[in-house]
């Protein structure tokens, strides 16, 4: 059976999950739905791009600097963090991309 560790941070007490204001059962019940409708799409995301990395035989460095062809979309997302894309007059730049 997989292992479920998408909402794990609910459990987090920072988090403040009992204190949601929503009050109607429709409205918690959307957000559910939400909710696991964003951690499938984010699923599905990080298993096509270990996917692709594992078919290409490339990986990327994880967050200990070591190389991996399984790494979390959300330390992809970290990577991209800086990258900025800027159109100067009808010209598309990027700053802060690396061959990394």
């Known amino acids: 059976m997989m292992e479920l560790r998408g909402f794990s941070f609910l459990k987090y007490p920072m988090f403040l999950t009992d204190s949601v204001f929503l009050k109607s059962p429709k409205r918690i019940e959307a957000l ?6 964003c951690l499938l799409v984010y699923t599905l995301g990080q298993r096509e791009l270990r996917q692709t990395l594992k078919r290409m035989k490339t ?4 967050q200990l ?5 399984r790494p979390t979309l959300r ?4 990577c991209f963090q800086s990258v900025q894309v800027f159109v100067i007059q009808a010209i598309k730049q990027t700053s802060n991309l690396t061959n990394e």
């Open 65 to 69: 600097g070591r190389f991996t062809d």
């Open 75 to 78: 330390w992809i997302f970290q």
């Open 32 to 37: 559910g739905l939400i909710m696991g409708f």
């Open 59 to 62: 990986g990327v460095k994880n």
